[in-house]
Nanobody
Framework: HVQLVESGGGSVQAGGSLRLSCTAS????????MGWFRQAPGKEREGVAS???????VYADFVKGRFAISQDNAKNTLYLQMGSLKPEDTATYYC????????????????????WGKGTQVTVS
């Protein structure tokens, strides 16, 4: 079983920056996908960004270059650097992970995530 714990959420003014972290523990696999999702009140959960074991990245269109996902495999830690934050970015942000479907899985579909963190709140005003 994989456990994911997010941190780094908080309140920030519009145009500001915030860095989220997600630390994974438990079983490790050679090929896997990790990603960030978010859910605003009254709205469906949506994918923000994903990254595979080789560091290949897929972003949601609404990120528009404002966010950057990265990972430190040695520390089993995933990051989301958020800049130019907007009020519409206000949401609970979740870290998620799943085994890769194939060795060359690009993790592009934002689906099938098996493990989830409890979330961290981001509020932009």
């Amino acid at each position: 079983h994989v456990q994911l714990v997010e941190s780094g959420g908080g309140s920030v003014q519009a145009g500001g920056s915030l860095r989220l972290s997600c630390t994974a523990s438990g079983a490790t696999v050679i090929s896997r996908c990790m990603g960030w999702f978010r859910q605003a009140p009254g709205k469906e959960r949506e994918g923000v960004a994903s990254i595979d074991s080789l560091g290949r990245i897929v972003y949601a269109d609404f990120v528009k270059g404002r966010f950057a996902i990265s990972q430190d495999n040695a520390k089993n830690t995933l990051y989301l650097q958020m800049g130019s934050l907007k009020p519409e970015d206000t949401a609970t942000y979740y870290c998620a992970a799943r085994p890769a479907y194939t060795p060359d899985d690009r993790c592009a579909d934002f689906d099938g995530m098996k493990y989830w963190g409890k979330g961290t709140q981001v509020t932009v005003s």
